[in-house]
């Protein structure tokens, strides 16, 4: 090509711009969209729920006279199905992460269920219901209470927990277990001292993103079987109850009998977003944190 | 190619400073194979104590899968097939009857690129103290302050003990590495390229370092530095596809090889 061709250059030029300005727009609008879309739910939401929340909303019981009606039940049962959820996912999920990174051979089986583990990611939540029914609630006979729910959710998230956990210790450079090892160190002392540590922050994300979910998940507690209205707050995980976004679902299936149910769904939204949008910045604390710690 | 079995000196020697050298590692008949790959063969080679033992040989010869050998890190990387015997004082280490955390905590490894944990220069050098049992602060802080200084380390930290080991410099971040060796009271430090990572005046400490250490500590290093092999070694090792071509005084290696291969690889004529 004639580089030297001042006018033929000038042309190309002028489409090279136009084509760069172009892209630039293209992004933006698309990047746009999902906040604008975001931005619109958000209006309606807040316009429509913030007046109702006051303290009497946050505290009070349930009830069918909508100006009477309080989330403290609710919020108590995503409390205690957290008090369930968060230690046997943890436990469950770092505990199988270290095991397929650290002590299983690298062969057949473990291919086996690192495959099946990634396929359970996909499982429709519906389907952990079933399984958290017939398991939990029927087989063992406990009932649909705390413990069923939460064991379900566990589940659930477990296969997230597992992928972020293994991800977390893959990316530790295989330089600082070797220099572990080559002091002597056991392979449990190793895990302790260096891979953990060293992991803690994205296994931290990874659970409490994973959390976010198991707080805003429905599905498998309708199969299990939530009640709909007033039962007492639940002071255990042997306890019935119900949670945030099942009484969001069952005011919002009801506003076509009464009106005003429609606004304390949304009141119940602003507060469960709420909760989600500081667990999802506590996640973001807490890795940033960590890493700058070296 | 033959095996020459060139340790004449061996079980024991005279050396040049007229004391008795005897060897601490003794290798014979070692054969290790990754998978299919033979990358040990029939190794006959003895180390001793209180020397530095260079090993030198073109990439790929072996040098390193030898060295791991020593400290048994080799069967942490990579499914590996070994016979032979490598003894340790005595103690055949390739069987079950020493555990390799003992092996480990006697013999240190150094590795080509610095590993600092992620902790701070205190951490790193307590580490392997406290795996081994320590807990006791002031015992700790005593041998944290020792093995950095014996690893000339310990005036450029002695500010800021409690900061990253992130922080240092790639040379300084080796001699931390060497420190904390050096704090479990090894009684041979493994030391694979050391140096090849660093610039040149890093390097010279830590050549200085290691001829300081040496009065204590058995020192095998990698090198592909002839010059560096000359400078800091008592006997040399040359390695040659997995074979161990000539292994003598560093100054008989140097002006008067017994192998001609030997002397065309010093000399640069392949490799
Ligand atoms: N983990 C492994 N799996 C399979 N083969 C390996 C492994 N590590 C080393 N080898 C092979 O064993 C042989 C010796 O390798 P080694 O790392 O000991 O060489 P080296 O002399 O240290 O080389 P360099 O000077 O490049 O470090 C090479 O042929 C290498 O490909
Ligand atoms: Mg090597």
Redesign the pocket.
Known sequence: MQLSNQTIMMKKMKYRIGANKFAKLLFMLSAFFGLGVLAVLFYQVFSQGIQFINWQFLTGKLSTQPERAGIMGAILGTFWLMLVVVPVTMFLGVGTAIFLEMYAKKGRLVGLIQTNIANLAGVPSIVYGILGLTVFVRLLDLGNVVLAGGLTMALLILPIVIVASQEAIRAIPSQMSEGSYGLGATKWQTIQRIILPAALPGILTGAILSLSRAIGETAPLVVIGIPALLIPFPGGILDRFTVLPMQIYYWTLDSSLVAEYANLASATIIVLLITLFVLNSSAIIIRNKFQKSY | MVVKERIKEAPFSVVNNETWKKPIYETHGLNLW??T?H??KNIEMNINEKEVTAII????????????TLNRM?EI????NISGSVTFKGNNILGNAMPVELLRAKVGMVF?KPNPFPKSIYENVAFGPRVHGIRNKAMLDMIVEDSLKKAALWDEVKDRLHKSAYGLSGGQQQRLCIARCLAVDPEVILM??PTSALDPVSTHKIEELIKAIKNDVTIAI?T?NMQQAARISDRTAF?LN?EIIECDRTSTIFTNPSDKLTDDYINGRFG
């Open positions: 990754y998978g790959s990358a040990l040989g073109p990439s790929g010869c072996g040098k390193s899968t030898y060295l791991k080799v990387v990579a499914d590996v080509q694979d390229e990698v592909h390695f997995g």
